[in-house]
């Protein structure tokens, strides 16, 4: 009778344990039909979002024509810019910062879904013969291309360096007879001459930055510049200041 008793509620345990499992499975399946639907309203979304973008894009360009043309009747002011980023600052070598004296506009072509691209506008220089240099990122999606769904490519203007100039071979900018000093890891040509080519999307910290930070509001860094160089006389009107006050302390301690 025990047994039998026993054996009962195993098998009523068991028959609930198997209700439990299938209200799971039946919930979870639930679950992932709403999550579906959720996703493709987040990508119908995200397709929406990007026509506004595009959209304004192509409104603001003009406007960026106009700020450009304003910004070139300022002295140095895109590597002013470039040196206040606590990023792009960083990028900068001492050889780099000498091309960037030459730098005279900078603009980001974000209008295409697909590609955007970055360009710097130079005067005549002593190091290259180019008057602008690109850096172009190409999206490929499914059907585009015969490469694979997703691929990122990012390309660049091959650079004509002037004679004794240049990056080629690990040497300087300014290339001297036998000099093969090595380049640092990291710097602006470095990073420009640097073709990409991914089955994912590059994430290029530079160049997002450029487009997403610097691009939009370069007057911020322009001023941030001025401002610690406006802090600095201050702070030396300040030691001045003090320097006079501890002086004419000691004359009082004399008389």
């Given at each position: 009778?025990?047994?039998?008793?026993s054996?009962?509620a195993?098998?009523?345990?068991?028959?609930?344990e198997?209700?439990?499992?299938?209200e799971?499975?039946l919930s979870m399946?639930?679950l992932q039909?709403?999550?579906?639907?959720?996703?493709?309203?987040?990508e119908q979304a995200?397709?929406?979002?990007l026509?506004?973008e595009q959209?304004y894009n192509?409104?603001r360009?003009p406007?960026?024509?106009?700020?450009?043309?304003?910004?070139?009747?300022?002295?140095?002011?895109?590597i002013a810019?470039?040196?206040?980023h606590?990023?792009l600052?960083?990028?900068?070598?001492?050889?780099d910062?000498k091309?960037?004296k030459?730098l005279?506009?900078?603009e980001?072509?974000?209008a295409e879904?697909v590609?955007?691209?970055?360009?710097?506008h130079?005067?005549?220089?002593?190091?290259f013969?180019?008057?602008k240099?690109?850096?172009t990122?190409t999206?490929f999606?499914?059907?585009t291309s015969s490469?694979?769904?997703?691929?990122?490519i990012a390309?660049?203007?091959?650079i004509?360096?002037k004679?004794g100039?240049?990056?080629?071979?690990?040497?300087?900018?300014d290339v001297?007879?036998g000099?093969?000093?090595?380049?640092p890891?990291e710097?602006f040509?470095t990073?420009f001459t640097d073709?990409?080519h991914s089955?994912?999307e590059?994430?290029?910290?530079?160049?997002?930055?450029i487009?997403e930070?610097?691009?939009?509001?370069?007057l911020?860094?322009f001023?941030n510049?001025?401002?610690?160089?406006?802090?600095?006389g201050d702070d030396d009107?300040?030691?001045?200041?003090?320097?006079d006050?501890d002086?004419?302390g000691?004359?009082?301690e004399?008389e």
């Open positions: 009778m025990v047994a039998e008793q054996k009962k195993k098998t009523e345990e068991k028959v609930e198997e209700q439990i499992d299938e799971l499975v399946e639930k039909e709403i999550q579906d639907d959720l996703e493709k309203i987040n995200n397709d929406e979002i026509k506004v959209k192509v409104i360009k406007v960026y024509d106009k700020r450009n043309e304003a910004i070139k009747s300022i002295p140095d002011f895109w810019a470039f040196m206040s606590p990023a600052g960083e990028l900068l070598t001492e050889e910062q091309i960037f030459f005279s506009s900078l980001v072509d974000d879904e590609k955007y691209s970055i360009t710097f130079f005067n005549p220089n002593p190091f013969e180019d008057a240099l690109t850096k990122f999206f999606e499914e059907g490469l694979a769904p997703g691929t990122t390309t660049a203007t091959p004509k360096w004679e100039k240049g990056l080629q071979n690990g040497v300087s900018h001297k007879i000099d093969k000093r090595a380049l890891e710097s040509f990073w073709d990409q089955e994912n590059i994430n290029d910290e530079v160049a997002d930055i487009r930070d610097l691009w939009i509001n370069p911020a860094y001023n510049d001025s401002d610690e160089e406006d802090s600095g009107d300040e030691e001045g200041d003090e320097e006050d002086e004419e000691e004359d009082g004399e």
